[in-house]
């Protein structure tokens, strides 16, 4: 029921995102999303890959700093107050949302919204229960 | 107004060559005979070269003791290098060694007296008298700069303010509203304070200031030049180190050219520090102090690790003792920030105890606005998953922390992808300091 997604460590200077960009692209890997965190010093890349098992290698490979993480992904129709909806479960069960990202794909008429949780499980069944659609990586 | 330099003790300070060596030989026998009776690791030391106090009968015959290190004193820690009963230890202080752990000296009253002698006959240099105000901007506390400066001026009856560092706002106005006639701290922070009148909506004009003993850091000429025009007063050299007694072991005439060594109370050697055989006058080594009449922790032939020269030439301002040039450079990788002693090796400890980061890192050291700051460039574990900024803080919070309470002292940490930090062959490079 989880989403697996990449993070990368990546201090704050010219080149490191095009070095990590491109080396994902030449090998043909897809980026499905892509965000950053930013501080002053560093940033987190985080992306979802069409494939995250190779794109892991080869990030690994290239020396970089990265992880796989688990999100919940869940999918709302495209309208108004449909994201608020979501975030007003997730904080009626007092649970605690790290990180949270959106993205609408053209062809359909849903969002999907990814996000990293304190206690995965528990908002699985929670979200569950309350109907709400997850994602798997395959729907992805 | 400038300084008027004086003799302090003349009947030791203009001594012939002759008076001295008799002087010193005298004292260095008593001294080492102290040690090898009161002190295991000298007894030690001087069993396993079969070397008896009754060997030593002049101060030519120094060469033939062995040397002493910071590590010998670390071994010992905290109390084993006292040559004296612990209920003769007046007061204690200490420097940072190399792996956090402290170099520690304890001091006799009679000791105690040493030192406000060589600090009063150092302030003399820069002028201090029974009429001078002395504002100790050295920080007081196990760091031998504010009571060294203190007791020196106290013993020439100056009157003594132990502003501490700190507070720069507050520095100020004690030094404008008080009179002070001279100042004692850290060139750069003196510096720093010059800079800082203006900003603080005050002016020099107002102030009293003639003179100052400026050490605990080795500094230019240049910055003696900025220093002086600053705050319209002469500048010396003061030169100590903890281990010897404090501030004060050297201090700058007003030639300026080199500081006078109380030899009567420590006498100097330039070695060479690969071979460690002893140099000549006007030689480039590693300084060596042999203290004569300490008795709590008398230290033989103990290496500083200062780069410098001695040199034996007339000096114009009529004292006959050797002096020494401005400290060089080290013959270790000991760095001065800010006057605390750093060990690159101390850094990488602290940096141990955190998980997340590796052992790759790079000190980098840089004097802004006329202060010394610190960075390090630190990479992350390899294998760590990073995805929370939060988590990625709190490590940069953590080496943060580690690092100030090994070193007493804080600095910039930066974070940085594994395999960033370049790999050197042979020696790692490990600190590149970027201060003039």
């Known amino acids: 029921m989880l989403v697996k997604q990449l993070s990368v460590f990546m201090e704050n200077r010219p080149g490191r995102l095009y070095k990590l ?33 190779r794109a892991y290698e080869i990030l690994k490979n290239e020396g970089f700093t990265v992880g796989i993480t688990e999100l919940i992904g869940v999918e709302v129709d495209d309208k108004p107050n449909a994201l608020a909806e979501v975030v007003a479960l997730m904080e009626e069960a007092d649970m605690n949302i790290e990180y949270l990202y959106s993205f609408v794909l053209t062809n359909h008429n849903t969002a999907k919204i990814l996000m990293r949780v304190e206690d995965t499980d528990r908002a699985v069944r929670m979200l569950q229960e309350k109907g709400i659609k997850l994602l798997s990586e395959k729907i992805l | 107004m400038a300084v008027k330099d004086y003799i302090y003790r003349p009947e030791f300070e203009c001594m012939t060559r002759s008076e001295m060596e008799n002087l010193q030989s005298e004292r260095l026998k008593k001294t080492v005979e102290r040690v090898y009776n009161n002190c295991k690791p000298y007894r030690e030391k001087m069993d396993a070269i079969k070397l008896k106090p009754s060997d030593i009968r002049s101060v030519s015959d120094l060469v033939k003791l062995p040397f ?59 002028g201090v008298s029974k009429d001078s105000l ?13 009571l060294g400066a203190h007791y020196g001026a106290q013993k020439i009856g100056a009157s003594t303010v132990p502003a501490s560092a700190g ?27 010059g800079t800082e009148i203006q900003k603080a909506g005050m002016d020099i004009k107002d102030f009293n200031l003639v003179g100052g003993a400026f050490g605990a850091e080795p500094w230019t000429y240049q910055m003696r030049a900025e220093l002086e ?30 500081s006078h060594v109380q030899e009567d109370h420590f006498i100097p050697e330039i070695i060479d520090p690969e071979t460690l055989e002893p140099l000549p006058f006007g030689s480039e080594g590693e300084l060596v102090f042999t203290t004569i ?53 101390q850094i990488e400890a602290a940096i141990m105890n955190v998980a997340g980061v590796s052992p790759h890192y790079m000190i980098y050291v840089d004097r802004i606005n006329n202060l010394d700051v610190m960075q390090i460039d630190i990479e992350l574990e390899g294998n760590m998953a990073p995805d ?49």
Request: net charge positive.
């Open chain 2, 68 to 126: 002493t290190v910071k590590h010998d004193l670390r071994e010992a820690y905290p109390f084993g290098f006292y040559s004296s009963p612990a209920s003769e230890i007046v007061e204690v202080h200490a420097s940072s060694g190399t792996t956090g752990k402290l170099t520690v000296v304890g001091y006799t009253q009679n000791d105690i007296d040493v030192w406000a002698e060589v600090a009063a006959r150092s302030l003399a240099m820069a």
């Open chain 2, 293 to 345: 009449t300490k008795t709590g922790q008398p230290l033989i032939r103990y290496r500083t690790r200062d780069l410098c020269t001695l040199s034996d030439e007339k000096c114009a301002c009529g004292r006959t003792t050797v002096k020494m040039s401005k400290v060089k450079g080290r013959s270790d990788d000991m760095l001065i920030i800010r006057g605390v002693n750093v060990f690159p090796s």
């Open chain 2, 167 to 193: 507070n720069t706002i507050r520095q100020l106005t004690l030094l404008r509203d008080f009179g002070a006639t001279h100042l004692c701290c850290t060139p750069s922070y003196a510096i720093f304070l």
């Open chain 1, 21 to 53: 960009t491109h080396a994902l692209g030449k090998e043909g890997i897809d980026f499905v999303t892509l965000s950053i965190a930013d501080t002053k010093d560093f940033g987190i890349v985080r992306f979802i890959a069409r494939d995250n098992e």
């Open chain 2, 229 to 258: 025009k600053l705050l319209g007063i002469d500048a010396l050299d003061i030169y100590g180190l903890s281990e010897i007694c404090g501030p004060g072991v050297a201090m700058e005439c007003m030639q300026k050219h080199g």
């Open chain 2, 388 to 436: 929370k900024v939060s988590d990625i803080e709190s490590i940069k919070k953590k080496v943060e922390t580690e690092v100030n309470s090994y070193i007493g002292l804080s600095a910039k940490i930066k974070l940085c992808e594994s395999g960033s930090i370049q790999r050197s062959e042979g020696k790692a490079v490990r600190v590149i300091d970027r201060r003039e």
């Open chain 2, 134 to 146: 002395v504002h100790v901007a050295y920080g007081y506390g196990l760091f031998t700069g504010g």
